[in-house]
Nanobody, 123 residues
């Protein structure tokens, strides 16, 4: 039906930058909010940022100014630009999307998650 595929994670030194991408595919009619979450070892999954279809964005207070979320609706893709990375940003980052899609001839709506991409900030 709908799949989310993340890319762009990896190992980066403190102070470095990474850009994550998440592309949605399938019988998509419309994508409402898209977002990024992260989960560090031994911690609960937390919101990083989310962005509405028309572009208004919200961020976790602790990440404002370092992370920027954006989206390309024509490509059904959401991005997360991460700057000035710190070791505490190390986590698996997950993409999320609220999607309207066709299934069995019906218009449905559901919440989807990507498989996650590892971001490690270490010297």
């Amino acid at each position: 039906q709908v799949q989310l595929v993340e890319s762009g994670g990896g190992l980066v030194q403190p102070g470095g930058s990474l850009r994550l991408s998440c592309a949605a595919s399938g019988s998509i009619v419309y994508i409402n909010a898209m977002g990024w979450y992260r989960q560090a070892p031994g911690k609960e999954r937390e919101l990083v940022a989310h962005i509405a279809n028309r572009g208004s964005a919200n961020y976790a207070d602790s990440l404002k100014g370092r992370f920027t979320i954006s989206r390309d609706n024509a490509k059904n893709t959401v991005y997360l630009q991460m700057n000035s990375l710190k070791p505490e940003d190390t986590a698996v980052y997950y993409c999320n999307a609220d999607v309207k899609f066709y299934s069995g001839g019906y218009l449905r709506r559901d919440d989807y998650w990507g498989q996650g991409t590892q971001v490690t900030v270490s010297s």
